[in-house]
């Protein structure tokens, strides 16, 4: 099973939030908060459920709830996929 990459989250995310390809989510907003980067919490939920069914895993939205910034939604995601890949 792959891993989720940044361009992948970016083009979730548009997917999910109805916006183009060109967000500005870049390696430089890693660390900035969704909701800063003007996702509020539906848009996640929805991302969330995006991914678990586009990599065919299960993820809990409880253990996606608190990943706040790309990297740690990227990160926690990523993790999510090798327990499943194991």
């Known amino acids: 099973m792959s891993a989720i990459t940044l361009n992948d989250l970016r083009q979730i995310l548009a997917i999910c939030a109805g916006e183009d390809d060109d ?33 065919g895993v299960e993820i809990d939205d409880a253990e996606v709830s608190d990943l706040r910034t790309p990297r740690q939604f990227l990160d926690g995601v990523n993790e999510v996929l090798a327990r499943a890949a194991a």
């Open 23 to 55: 967000s500005g989510l870049d390696a430089s907003a890693l660390d900035t908060p969704f909701t800063d980067l003007g996702y509020d919490s539906l848009a996640m939920l929805e991302t969330t459920a995006h991914v678990s069914q586009r990599y």
